[in-house]
């Protein structure tokens, strides 16, 4: 039997990521943060400041937020810090937003924007204090390569703080997340961005299984280690849904 389109788009997410991304999210920089927001049952807030505590509270002076979309993570940081913030991300239609957003904010004077992939940073060895990143490590080929490039970046001691989508353990709420991802999300999807959110809606889904299904919650925790990254530590959130995970850059 021939794959769904929703299995063509995962298949060709993993035979270039890059690409994929770029195109599948270039109608969407306006109204990105509501679909997070969709996705996540209205969570998404509460798992971005549960990741930004834990870059915050170490008062940096410059820090990095890679996967940055129209900025909602690079704002956040900007407002509970007073450090200069980058946000890099590979899409430029995602960053045109971002400007407008943080012009809008008025936080231009302390946050720049930068075209650029998180697997191939452009930046020197331990350049920033801190470092956050978002919804990244199912848009890359190799997360584990992606994570010690990552962490390459920050200075040693530096907090490193993620947030993904997850995927419920219990049995129960990982049926109904299943039937919301595969069923709900692209209709809401369809009904509140047209077209464009109709085959993110039917992508996300599948990705996020695909994903935890290749390398699962304990293989990225080792592969944070791999990378550099001491005392690994994460949080799952909303039954399962979304994954802050942090530590700091080995000394």
Known sequence: ??????????????????????????????????????????????????MLDHVVGSDPKLVLDVACGPGAVTKALA???????????????????????????????????????????????????GLTFTYLLRYVEDPQATLAELARVVKPGGPIASLEFGVPPSIGWRLAWWLYTRAVLPVAGYLTGGRGWWDVGRFLGPSISSHYKKYPLHWILRAWEHAGIEHVEYRSMSLGGGVVTWGYRAR
Not at 37 to 46: C, I
Not at 82 to 89: E, H, P, Q, T
Not at 101 to 108: D, F, G, I, M, Q
């Open 79 to 129: 407002k509970r810090t007073s450090a200069r913030i980058v946000g890099l991300d590979l899409s430029e239609e995602m960053l045109r937003q971002g400007q407008s957003n943080v012009r809008t904010s008025k936080l231009a004077e302390r946050v720049s924007l930068v075209l650029g992939r998180g697997e191939q940073l452009p930046f020197a060895d331990a350049t920033f204090d």
């Open 1 to 50: 039997m021939g794959m769904t389109s929703r299995n063509r788009n995962v298949e060709a997410s993993r035979k270039a990521p890059n690409l994929f991304s770029r195109k599948l999210f270039a109608p969407l920089p306006s109204r990105y943060n509501l679909l997070a927001a969709l996705l996540s049952f209205g969570q998404d807030r509460r798992w971005r400041s549960t």
